[in-house]
């Protein structure tokens, strides 16, 4: 059975960092795409960062240049480095997996098999 575990969520002000982690378990695909989503309240769940076993990655254009996503495979941990955050950037955000397939531009969209349960960033201004 397939787990993702979020952490590292917080509050910080304006301008600050956070680094989140998913410790992902369950399975041992050689292909296979991990996101990153969130969600502020009263709005839709939306797509921050894909990437895939290859490397390859795609970013939300709300975040390019402040965020970096990253696995460490050994470890089977995704990774969601946060920089100059905004207000704007609050939300619940969860971590996704696609066992079976490299990253597509659907994925970014939500085309994810299994989520976790999501860890609260919070930015003030």
């Known amino acids: 059975q397939v787990q993702l575990v979020e952490s590292g969520g917080g509050s910080v002000q304006a301008g600050g960092s956070l680094r989140l982690s998913c410790a992902a378990s369950?399975?041992?695909?050689?292909?296979?795409?991990m996101g990153w989503f969130r969600q502020a309240p009263g709005k839709e769940r939306e797509g921050v960062a894909v990437?895939?076993?290859?490397?390859?990655?795609r970013y939300a254009e709300s975040v390019k240049g402040r965020f970096t996503i990253s696995q460490d495979n050994a470890k089977n941990t995704l990774y969601l480095q946060m920089n100059s955050l905004k207000p704007e950037d609050t939300g619940m955000y969860y971590c996704a997996a696609d066992p079976y397939r490299y990253c597509y531009a659907s994925h970014l969209d939500g085309d994810f098999d299994y989520w976790g349960q999501g860890t609260q960033v919070t930015v003030s201004s």
């Open positions: 990437i895939d076993s290859d490397g390859s990655l």
């Open positions: 369950g399975y041992t695909y050689s292909s296979n795409c």
